[in-house]
């Protein structure tokens, strides 16, 4: 699978499945998603949301009144929802034009009526502006490290100044205890049967009917995204450690200096 390959999973996801695709929970599958599970999945965006905003009182910045903000990779809405009920103006970008559909309902089911839907890209095109929070949360370890680093940087030179970022990566999987956390360098080389059996085999041109589309997970190396930041200016950062079912994590709070 290429790299662009990913954006067309994630529409594959908006347009199969999107509620697994954001939090894969078996009652979040479309086909059995009833009103109270999705009640209780907007409820806990709304439980992130809160704790966003208490972790950036409490370690970054007790004055912090943002005055708009940016999701990225929005998905459904899940987080645009609490968010917009806090924060007077704010813009959801995802790559998947059905999972921007699907959270424009979302915000209207709601109630909603201060949030832009916009499409997003690795250049992140379609911002004009500077936003005051900016956050980002299980959704760049599904974007390959080469292509997520760039568009971090992106998104760190979007902040204004005093801004705040709060953003997850993953770094690491728990398997990797033997060689703390670090994945193993070398793959011992498989018989030479398999190859010939795997080149007889190409993959195929579309997912068989039922099948989930890929959901990639991408680990980031910390020091490049400490050097991205420390780069922008970063005085200090809040750090706090992550770990969805072995998928090791950092959910980073910063400051961009005023």
């Known amino acids: ?17 999107p509620y697994y695709g954001v939090i894969t929970n078996p009652k979040f599958r479309r086909e059995g998603l009833t009103e109270e599970a999705k009640r209780e999945f907007f409820e806990s965006g709304r439980l992130h949301a809160d704790y966003v905003l208490h972790m950036i009182a409490q370690y970054i910045d007790p004055t912090f009144r943002p005055r708009n903000a940016l999701d990225f990779g929005c998905g459904v809405g899940r987080l645009l929802v609490p968010l917009a009920s806090r924060i007077p103006e704010v813009v959801g970008l995802d790559v998947s ?7 424009q ?13 916009l499409a997003s890209d690795d250049f992140i095109s379609s911002l004009s502006q500077r936003f005051d929070l900016i956050h980002s949360y299980i959704v760049f370890q599904h974007i390959p490290a080469d292509r997520g680093r760039l568009i971090f940087r992106k998104l ?11 953003v997850h990566f993953v770094y690491s999987k728990a398997q990797y205890s033997s060689t703390n956390g670090v994945a193993p360098r070398t793959i011992p080389a498989a018989p030479a049967s398999v190859l010939e059996n795997s080149r007889a085999k190409p993959l195929p041109a579309s997912l068989p009917p039922g099948a989930d589309p890929e959901m990639q997970m991408n680990p980031y190396h910390p020091t490049e995204l400490l050097f991205i930041l420390q780069s922008a200016g970063v005085l200090r950062f809040h750090t706090e450690f992550t770990d969805h079912g072995g998928e090791l994590g950092l959910f980073i709070f910063f400051q961009k200096p005023h």
Do not use: Y
Request: hydrophobic letters at 35%.
């Open 1 to 17: 699978m290429s790299e662009t390959d990913t954006d067309l999973a994630w529409e594959e996801w908006g347009k199969r499945d």
């Open 97 to 103: 034009p059905s999972m921007l559909q699907e959270a």
């Open 105 to 117: 309902r979302n915000c209207e089911a709601h109630g909603i009526s201060n949030v832009r839907l």
């Open 156 to 166: 760190v030179a979007h902040l204004s100044p005093g801004g705040v970022g709060a």
